[in-house]
């Protein structure tokens, strides 16, 4: 049975991880979901390491919102270096998905952004570990998560 580390933040004003564990319970069993909550998204990187190492879970679902500040982004992009190092020594996909509160232009497309985003992080995660071939027959279809897709950009001959 794999094991899917969700991790989220208690600074993110949207439930992401509750997105996130409902589409991948959606998608069937074959699967453990262990959730951990940190406070930001800086401390991501060591919980999802931890996860990998003291649970031995199969891949992380790392998911944030940092705020609309210059500093978030700053703290946004540091965080994620940690994440794909972690990813990288831990030798395991950490599938990272941040919402960032100026994406959108009110609460309600916050909400529902960040509820798009989450789901379709959480269907990549699972493709990762469960359907690889479906990621494969998706590559370059400039599929986006949370938007409408940008679609292909298709060569004339």
């Known amino acids: 049975m794999k094991r899917i580390g969700v991790v989220d933040t208690t600074f993110a004003r949207v439930d992401l991880a509750d997105y996130a564990?409902?589409?991948?319970?959606?998608?069937?069993?074959?699967?453990?979901?262990?959730?951990?909550?940190?406070?930001?998204?800086?401390?991501l990187p060591v919980a999802c390491r931890r996860l990998f190492v003291e649970e031995e879970v199969d891949?992380?679902?790392?998911?944030?919102?940092?705020?609309?500040?210059?500093y978030d982004k700053t703290c946004a992009h540091e965080a994620s270096l940690?994440?794909?190092?972690?990813?990288?020594?831990?030798?395991?996909?950490?599938?990272?998905?941040?919402?960032?509160?100026?994406e959108a232009a009110s609460p309600r497309e916050l909400e529902e952004l960040g509820r798009r985003r989450a789901e379709e992080h959480a269907l990549n995660a699972f493709a990762l570990?469960?359907?690889?071939?479906?990621?494969?027959?998706?590559?370059?279809?400039?599929?986006r998560q949370g938007f409408p897709d940008a679609g292909p950009v298709r060569r004339s001959h």
């Open 82 to 102: 940690g994440l794909i190092f972690t990813g990288v020594l831990s030798a395991k996909p950490i599938v990272e998905c941040f919402v960032f509160e100026g």
């Open 129 to 143: 570990l469960f359907r690889p071939n479906d990621l494969a027959r998706q590559a370059g279809e400039g599929l």
């Open 21 to 43: 564990v409902r589409a991948l319970r959606a998608r069937g069993g074959g699967f453990k979901v262990l959730r951990r909550t940190v406070p930001g998204v800086k401390d």
């Open 59 to 70: 891949l992380c679902l790392a998911l944030g919102m940092p705020g609309k500040a210059e």
